[in-house]
C-alpha cells in the first residue's frame, strides 16, 4: 500500500576544501579557454538527440520535492512564506503521479493527515484494474503526452535564435554557454511555442553528456493565462532551472526558481519569490499502478561545488 512507502534519503559525497575546490574551478577554466568550442549547429543537433522533458525523466523516480514561496512587498521585503513538502511517486500513466503531501509551512502532517492524503489519492485514480476501453483511454492519454513533448522540443528550435557564447566550468564539469532569443517574425505555434516565445536569456549545456545543466531566462513581454483573466506575468520577471547528474547516470531538475510580479484575477497584484527544490531521488519500479517497488539503492545527488556560478545570477 501506498502508505506504507517512505523515501530514503540520498546519500552525499563528502564535502571538499572550498578554496582548494576554487583553485581547480579557476584552473579548470584557465584549460577550457584555450579548447576550441565545438561547431554551434552539429552541437545542437546533439542536444536535440538527447532533450527530454524532466516531467518524462520523472516518471522513472520517486523523489522528494520542497516549495517555498516568499510573497514581497514594493520593496522586495518578505511579507508571507509558505512551503509545503511532497513526496512523489510518478506514475507512466497520465495523471496519475502522486505528490503526497508530507509537510506544510514547516509542519509534518499527523498520521491521520497522511491517511486522508493517501485516500484522496486512491479516489481520484480510481480503479487499478482497467478494463480494455480504459486500457486504450490511457494508451491515447501517453500518445498525447509524446507528441505533446516532441513537439514542445520542436518549438523550441524554431522559436529561438540560438547562439554560442563561450565555455565555463559549473559544478567542476566544463559547459558550453548558449544564449536564446525569440526570432523576430516567427509564428509559435501551440500553448508550448507561445510560451517559449516570451523568453530570452542563457543556457549551460554539460560539454560531455550534451545534456542542459542551467537555465537562466528572463520574461522579454508580459505573458497572459486564461486571456489574461486568471494571471498576467509582468516583463522582467526571471526563472532559472539548475539540472544534476544523479548517480552517474541520468539528468534530473534540482531546483527551479521564479522572481517576478504578477496580476492574478485582474485584480490581485503580487510579487513573488518562488523556490522548488528536489532530491532524494530514487529509481522504482511499476508492476502495477498501486504496485511500486523501489530499487534498494537511493540514487545520489552530487553535492554542489563552490563556485561563482552556484546560483541563479537573477541581476545578470
Known amino acids: 500500500m501506498i502508505a506504507a512507502l517512505f523515501l530514503v534519503p540520498a546519500a552525499l559525497p563528502g564535502r571538499e576544501d572550498p578554496a582548494r575546490t576554487a583553485d581547480a574551478a579557476a584552473a579548470a577554466d584557465t584549460a577550457a579557454a584555450d579548447r ?3 561547431e554551434l549547429v552539429s552541437f545542437l543537433q546533439q542536444v536535440r538527440e538527447r532533450l527530454h522533458t524532466d ?44 505528490r503526497r503531501l508530507v509537510e506544510k509551512d514547516g509542519k509534518a502532517l499527523t498520521s491521520e493527515e497522511l491517511v486522508q492524503e493517501d485516500r484522496k489519492h486512491e479516489k481520484k485514480v480510481g ?33 529561438y535564435d540560438i547562439g554560442m557564447a563561450g565555455r565555463e566550468t559549473l559544478d567542476g564539469r566544463s559547459t558550453i554557454v548558449l544564449t536564446f532569443s525569440p526570432r523576430p517574425g516567427v509564428t509559435a505555434a501551440g500553448r508550448a511555442g507561445k510560451i517559449l516565445k516570451t523568453f530570452a536569456g542563457r543556457a549551460w549545456i554539460d560539454e560531455e553528456d550534451r545534456q542542459v545543466a ?43 526558481r521564479f522572481t517576478g510580479s504578477a496580476r492574478l484575477l485582474l485584480f490581485k497584484g503580487l510579487r513573488i ?44
Not at 82 to 97: A, D, F, I, N, W
Not at 132 to 147: D, F, V, Y
Open 36 to 38: 576550441p568550442l565545438p
Open 55 to 98: 516531467e518524462s525523466l520523472l516518471d522513472e523516480y520517486t523523489f522528494t520535492e520542497r516549495h517555498i514561496e516568499r510573497e514581497l512587498d514594493a520593496k522586495g521585503g518578505v511579507k508571507k512564506v509558505k512551503s509545503e513538502t511532497y513526496e512523489v511517486y510518478p506514475s507512466p500513466e497520465p495523471g496519475r503521479t502522486y
Open 127 to 159: 480503479d487499478d484494474s482497467p478494463d480494455a476501453a480504459e486500457e486504450r483511454r490511457r494508451a491515447e492519454k501517453r500518445a498525447l503526452s509524446r507528441r505533446r513533448e516532441a513537439s514542445a522540443i520542436d518549438q523550441l528550435f524554431q522559436v
Open 214 to 256: 542551467r537555465v537562466d531566462a528572463e520574461l522579454v513581454e508580459p505573458l497572459s493565462f486564461g486571456l489574461g483573466v486568471l494571471a498576467r506575468l509582468h516583463k522582467g520577471s526571471r526563472a532559472s532551472i539548475i539540472r544534476r547528474k544523479v548517480n552517474g547516470e541520468i539528468w534530473l531538475p534540482a531546483e527551479a
Open 273 to 316: 519569490d518562488a523556490t522548488s527544490e528536489y532530491s532524494d531521488y530514487r529509481k522504482f519500479q511499476v508492476a502495477t499502478s498501486t504496485d511500486i517497488q523501489p530499487d534498494s539503492t537511493p540514487e545520489k545527488l552530487p553535492e554542489k561545488v563552490p563556485e561563482k556560478h552556484d546560483r541563479p545570477d537573477l541581476d545578470r
